[in-house]
């Protein structure tokens, strides 16, 4: 009898139910229009390709640290409450390494990004991109990884080499599963 | 019952995983408490809880006021209230699965606000149709539930110091929790956009004020990820990323993404500064390792431990957390005798895929110092390394994805220090 049952069980749940390994989408993404992206795709990758128009000198940049961080990352990114951002170049084999934008950071890209994106942090996306491209041009040329009359804009900014451009090393191929493909 | 000299399994009084349960269960004792009976009723000898009526129902119920000390202990940046993070009071809690209110909290920029009808998520890149999802379009979809840990690249990272923190097992090792996550299955949404064969990671973005971003390998994308709506069954909690949040199981807790609001495909990793400043290790020779994605094979004793100290000799069940990000747990040893000999935990399942296993062992405790550890193994192979062996693999002061053995130190008088083997 519980045989019966179970067999008549399976037979509905063929007729009426997709039960598969691969569920069946309903496909309800609207498309989104070209607009819609472009608001939205604030990401900078190495090769600079979403950087925006504008552009910004070093000494541009210098005053816009001292208004917006120089109070959390001290005079020249150093020795203020939270993270410092220059000097420790050619630390990081030594017993003490010091980790910077400018002694660890592999892009300059990194820090367009993420200055434009997520500082300062009291008032995030409140700079202009004139403003971000100046700030990064000032904190580069702290450490001359950039010069003193450099202007960066989306054309100069990701030529810039950092000085640990080529220190790192990926883990990522460790993890991946041997069925997994790319 | 008392253990027999047959039950023991190592040195320092541990006994055989099954040496409780042979015994069978426990003798009552609660009996005799309220014997009194007055002669013409009962209600003299009844406690107050059942001569008077209870309290009313309440619309979301709260833990018991007697245990309202159970909290998050918080550890914020001064001045930025919403910057850094709370952790979980492991020794506090047991089981496996994390009260959603006690999960940990990491927070660059503190928590947003997020209005469910106006956020949505969108799907653009390399993909043949860029896409936008209302969470109300992806409330529709089919979901999948799974318990999964999550937990911060920098948990445990206080053991890198050269003396023992003295701090309690969640103020160590509490940024990791577990949750039944449900949510739309990841791959689903990429299908529906089309992906373009030339992506092999995508880019994964938050609507906090942080800007949260995070390059993740397309084929864990693939693998098992999920937009995640859910949290042991309510809908996921803002600390969590209301309205919806990326689930990469046994990945960084980083990497996880709340409030996620985009997903771009791209060729390569766009080197966020989470991905290049942070969660990467530098190792001796100067070069660090980045996109550590997975989190190791990791155990944590939680009972006894700092802050519960022994209440003289006697039987005593030694409990603890195990987890992989590679997978499932296949074994969790525990020694008493710092490492002399060794005893097989039981694993009280069910055992899954890199979700927290909670681990016990019977202990007769007779009252000499003794050295608890505990270490697990993977169903990989993948076993916790000697904190010694841990530390030499980085350069000095890196504190990211730290797995080795932990330890307690039980004392002659029954307190309990944080100790390294």
Redesign the interface.
């Known amino acids: 009898m519980p045989t019966l049952k179970l067999a008549a069980l399976s037979l509905i749940l063929m007729a009426g139910v997709a039960v598969a390994a691969t569920?069946?989408?309903?496909?309800?993404?609207?498309?989104?229009t070209p607009t819609?992206?472009q608001a939205?795709?604030?990401?900078?990758?190495?090769d600079g390709s979403t950087l925006p128009p504008g552009s910004g000198s070093v000494a541009q940049g210098a005053a816009v640290f001292e208004a917006n961080c120089q109070m959390c990352h001290g005079p020249a990114g150093v020795g203020g409450?939270?993270d410092r951002l220059t000097g420790g170049v050619g630390t990081?084999?030594s017993?003490?390494?010091i980790?910077t934008?400018n002694s660890?950071?592999?892009?300059a890209?990194?820090v367009y990004?993420?200055v434009r994106?997520?500082m300062p942090?009291v008032a995030?996306?409140s700079l202009s991109n004139n403003d971000v491209y100046a700030v990064v041009a000032y904190l580069l040329s702290v450490d001359g990884v950039a010069p003193k009359d450099a202007v960066l804009d989306a054309k100069t900014l990701p030529l810039v080499k950092m000085p640990?451009r080529d220190?790192?090393?990926?883990?990522?191929a460790r993890?991946?599963?041997k069925t997994?493909?790319? | 019952m008392t253990a027999s000299d047959d039950d023991l399994a190592a040195g320092g009084g541990l006994l055989h995983r099954r040496t409780l349960l042979r015994g069978g269960v426990l003798a009552g004792g609660l009996g005799a408490a309220f014997a009194a009976r007055a002669a013409d009723g009962i209600g003299e000898g009844s406690p107050e809880t059942m001569r008077v009526p209870g309290a009313p129902f309440s619309g979301y119920g709260v833990p018991a006021h007697w245990r309202g000390d159970i909290k998050r202990s918080i550890g914020a940046v001064p001045d930025r209230p919403g910057t850094g993070a709370s952790r979980t009071p492991l020794e506090r809690l047991e089981g496996t699965i994390t009260p959603a209110g006690l999960h940990y909290e990491r927070h660059h920029n503190g928590i947003p606000d997020i209005d469910p009808a106006a956020h949505t998520l969108i799907v653009h890149g390399l993909v043949k149709q860029p896409l936008v999802f209302s969470l109300d379009a992806l409330l529709r979809y089919p979901m999948h539930s799974r318990a999964a840990f999550v937990e911060c690249a920098g948990n445990s990272g206080g053991m890198i110091a050269p003396q023992p923190a003295q701090t309690t097992a969640g103020g160590l090792h509490g940024l990791v929790s577990c949750s039944e996550w449900t949510g739309v299955p990841l791959s689903l949404l990429l299908d529906e956009a089309g992906v373009d064969p030339r992506a092999t990671w995508l880019l994964a973005e938050g609507g906090d004020a942080a800007g949260m971003s995070r390059s993740v390998p397309l084929w864990k994308c693939r693998d098992d990820a999920m937009i995640a709506l859910y949290q042991n069954g309510e809908p996921i909690r803002p600390e969590q990323g209301f309205p919806m949040r990326l689930l990469l199981p046994g990945f960084q807790g980083n990497m996880n993404v709340k409030w996620l609001r985009r997903l771009k495909l791209t060729v390569g990793p766009t080197f966020t500064k989470d991905e290049t400043s942070r969660y990467t290790e530098l190792m001796p020779d100067g070069k660090a390792r980045e996109f550590m994605v997975e989190m190791g094979v990791k155990s944590v004793i939680t009972r006894p431990s700092f802050g519960l100290n022994m209440q003289g000799p006697g039987l005593y069940e030694i409990s603890g957390l195990a987890w992989s990000g590679a997978g499932k747990i296949a074994k969790v040893e525990v020694s008493a005798d710092g490492g002399k000999s060794w005893a097989q935990a039981a694993l009280n399942g069910p055992v899954q895929d890199k979700a927290l296993t909670r681990f016990r062992l019977p202990w007769r405790w007779q009252g000499a110092p003794s050295l608890l550890l505990s270490r697990a193994t993977d169903e990989h192979g993948n076993v916790q390394p000697k904190r010694a062996d841990w530390l030499a693999q980085y350069a000095p002061g890196q504190a990211y994805q730290f797995n080795a053995i932990a330890a307690w130190q039980v004392e002659a008088g029954g307190g309990i220090k944080h100790a390294y083997a």
């Not at chain 1, 660890?104 to 892009?107: A, C, E, L, N, V």
């Not at chain 1, 220190?167 to 990522?172: I, N, R």
Request: aromatic share 12%; charged share 20%; glycine share 6%.
């Open positions: 569920p069946q989408s309903p496909g309800l993404g609207r498309p989104a819609e992206v939205v795709d604030i990401s900078v990758p190495p409450p939270n990081l084999t017993p003490k390494p980790k934008v660890f950071w592999p892009y890209t990194t990004d993420y994106r997520a942090l995030p996306q640990n220190g790192f090393v990926s883990w990522e993890y991946r599963p997994a493909a790319r």
